[in-house]
């Protein structure tokens, strides 16, 4: 197994952020939105259909003590970690998703079935890539692990006259005010012989499940409101409602000598209970027990996938950061091949993708490096949605209906077919998907954009200009000239958001942070965008105000932050250090305004400061794994421009990296490296940046700060020189923008 592997730890980020605090211009960055990681410990599989994890009820994912909050420290719904049972398909980093799933729940019992419900304290925990174990005070060691479409628990019971397996159908959604999921419809049938299965229709979608329960000489039944159905094979329920409700599922029940193993097998299914039987018997085969083989299998993918970045040297610390920041990059979105509900044809189906807004900078670059056949498969998904219901969503759950979140942002997925089309993707229909990139600019805010020229929210400008020259990029590789023509020419209209006044976006509403957060997006045209700003020193200095150079140090939100202390805060117009998706690229923006020595200076600030090992190692939601890409991309020294075929280069955190991209290996290495610690590791102070001297591509100088993406995927040799000092390395041949795509050759290479 690679050693990366082994330094997974899937606690990071599943408590309230705990790092030690700040120094120097980090500790100028003010963070206003959730302080907590909000992911879990749970089994999961490479960007697979199943997760299983314990079950407490909290937000978002299910597991752990805290309830819902917006701003600050999460408060505690409970006082002890705990859980009544142990679900499946768990959200990962996300934060008001309005979607928690946690269906099936499992619960191995030794009380009687009227305590179904009730919670236990949790501990003993383990969790490694595909594995979750943890003991009930009960006296129940539970472990779990799940294949691509499959979950298999194991419970070690203590010695008992009638130990229990209760699978709960009913289970769905949170213990927050309205988080609960309610069932519509469902069915359950009890097969005999240890074998059961269901279908429960949530949100629309018909989740069916197998069951097989390992359980010799046991009794099953069926129970309905915690009375047992004796006799009874079949439940069928219609038109559900919350008042109506009354929890049901299938009950294992027998004896159980000291340490006894009790193995339960869940096979899932979008498609019904034939193919949920089928997906078990695929993964987990006809030997029983199945538990440690499925464990095995998942343990090598999670090796295969894992091994595509693999890094040199780097303190225990930060290797423990990027391998767990590479492991959370690929939970999600989650695949269920040949299973989408909405249309009857085999292909991928990709859902979790919560949400674009959260991870088209980031984790979708990523994942077309290092899993490009999963990436392809997750645009052909989108362009069927966008076939099926009529635009590419922004968020896409497990529910029937796009769920747009369209207030985030306006047609993102553009970026990614631009990127994947630059890149030479042959397995999708181009121009099928240039109908459908086309046909989604003019939806919702796109109306009016194409009406006006502008819109409020006055992002949503950016975006739609942003896209509208994604989609020409592809038209006129298609050799549709007329039709890439005219989607450049709305394309300028990124000039119509800003005030040339000030040199930032026009006044307007935003969601989450404000015009200063969203005004140093990295456009199509930054010649232009920094010349509306007043020139190279104009950006800059607002660039520095931004980031807080020579500013004094700002505190944190606490629990309950008063809305005085939030409107202080915001007042600040400062950089929300990786709390906030709108200023994840901004670091970059000065690479446009010739000044690199400043983007290594934050970044490494950032990832010495913002990040750490232990449950609180996050500085705010992982977001589906948007924030943990962007710390893989920091740490290797290069940077993704989404839609624009594009890295940018930054001193990389470690003295060697390497990058499989596809079959290739594009190698980074270093000369004059100097190993940091983090805060974690007890640093009483800042240290001091490293700058890239010079730089060599294949043996050849390399005098520009960016490389096209092509060069990153066919592979080669980028050897940076480092040092204490800023240099003139990049300060002359800027990254090509619309209006200055630049006169090195090294921008094609």
């Not at 009227?114 to 009930?136: F, I, K």
């Not at 999708?428 to 796109?446: I, K």
């Not at 010349?531 to 944190?556: H, N, S, Y």
């Amino acid at each position: 197994m690679p050693p990366i592997l082994h330094s997974v730890d899937p606690f990071i980020g599943t408590a309230a952020t705990d790092l030690p605090p700040a120094r120097g211009l980090a500790a100028t960055w003010w963070w206003p939105k959730p302080q907590v990681g909000n992911t879990h410990p749970g089994a999961t599989s490479p960007l697979g259909m199943v997760s299983a994890c314990a079950y407490s009820g909290a937000y978002p994912t299910g597991y752990g003590r805290y309830t819902k909050n917006t701003e600050g420290v999460p408060e505690e719904m409970f006082d002890r970690l705990q859980a009544s049972g142990f679900t499946h398909f768990q959200q990962s980093g996300t934060g008001a998703i309005r979607k928690y799933y946690n269906y099936v729940r499992v619960t191995p019992m030794v009380q009687p079935l009227d305590a179904l419900g009730e919670s236990w304290p949790l501990g003993e925990e383990v969790a490694q890539a595909g594995y979750y174990a943890a003991t009930l005070d009960t006296g129940v060691r539970c472990e779990l692990t799940v294949g691509a479409k499959v979950a298999v628990h194991r419970y070690t019971f203590p010695e008992h006259n009638n130990a229990r397996v209760v699978v709960d159908l009913s289970c769905g959604g949170l213990g927050i005010e309205l988080g609960r999921t309610v069932p519509v419809r469902a069915q359950v049938e009890s097969m005999g012989h240890g074998r059961a299965q269901g279908t429960v229709v949530m949100e629309g979608v018909p989740l069916s499940v197998y069951v097989e329960v390992d359980s010799p000489g046991w009794r099953q039944m069926l129970w309905y409101d915690r009375r047992l159905i004796d006799g009874g094979t079949r439940l069928d329920f219609d038109s559900i409602r919350h008042t109506t409700l009354r929890p049901f599922g299938m009950l294992f029940m027998g004896p159980t000598e000291p340490g006894q193993a009790v193995e339960v097998r869940l096979g899932f299914s979008l498609r019904g209970c034939d193919q949920a039987r089928q997906n078990l018997e695929r993964e987990c085969g006809s030997g029983r027990p199945a538990f440690d083989a499925v464990r095995a299998r998942t343990r090598v993918r999670w090796g295969e996938h894992l091994d595509r970045v693999e890094v040199e040297g780097g303190t225990p610390a930060r290797r423990t950061v990027l391998a767990t920041a590479l492991y959370h990059s690929l939970v999600k979105p989650c695949f269920g091949d040949d299973e989408s509900p909405f249309w009857p044809t085999p292909g991928p189906f990709a859902f979790d993708v919560c949400t674009m807004w959260d991870i088209y900078k980031t984790q979708l670059p990523l994942l077309a490096a290092i899993v490009p056949d999963r990436a392809e498969d997750l645009l052909e998904s989108l362009i069927r949605v966008c076939e099926e219901e009529g635009n590419f969503p922004i968020g896409y759950r497990m529910a029937r209906g796009a769920d747009r979140f369209f207030r985030q942002a306006s047609a993102l997925v553009h970026t990614a077919l631009a990127d994947a089309h630059a890149l030479g993707r042959a397995g999708l229909d181009w121009n099928w998907a240039l109908v459908h990139m086309v046909g989604d600019l003019r939806r919702m805010y796109g109306e009016d954009f194409f009406e006006n020229g502008v819109v409020h929210p006055i992002t949503h400008t950016l975006d739609l200009a942003y896209a509208h020259h994604c989609t020409a990029q592809v038209a006129r590789a298609l050799n549709d000239r007329s039709l890439a023509d005219d989607l450049e020419e709305r394309g300028h209209q990124w000039r119509n958001a800003f005030d040339p006044d000030t040199g930032l976006l026009r006044d307007s509403e935003f969601y989450e942070g404000g015009k200063w957060n969203y005004s140093f997006r990295l456009l199509h045209d930054m010649a232009a965008r920094i010349a509306l700003a007043g020139g190279d020193k104009a950006f800059v200095d607002k660039l520095d105000q931004f980031f807080g150079f020579g500013a004094a140090p700002v505190r944190q939100p606490g629990r309950r932050p008063q809305p005085a202390e939030m409107m202080a805060g915001y007042a600040l117009n400062r950089f929300e250090g990786l709390n906030n998706e709108p200023d994840m690229e901004a670091p970059w923006a000065y690479h446009y305004a010739g000044r690199p020595d400043r983007t290594a200076q934050i970044v490494q600030a950032a990832l010495t400061w913002q990040f750490g090992t232990g449950p609180g190692g996050l500085p705010g939601n992982d977001d589906s794994g948007g924030l943990s890409s962007w710390y893989v991309w920091a740490s290797l020294g290069l940077f993704p421009i989404a839609g624009q075929n594009l890295f940018l280069i930054n001193a990389p955190a470690f003295s060697r990296a390497v990058l499989r991209a596809g079959g290739n290996e594009f190698v980074i290495e270093t000369s004059g490296h100097r190993e940091t610690p983090i805060g974690v590791e007890g640093l009483d102070h800042d240290p001091p940046p490293q700058y890239v001297q010079e730089a060599s591509l294949n043996g050849e100088p390399l005098h520009a700060t960016h490389l096209s993406a092509d060069t990153v995927h066919r592979g080669g040799l980028l050897h940076l020189r480092l040092g204490p000092e800023p240099s003139a390395w990049g300060r002359g041949i800027r990254p090509p923008s619309l209006s200055d795509p630049g006169t090195s050759s090294e921008v094609a290479r």
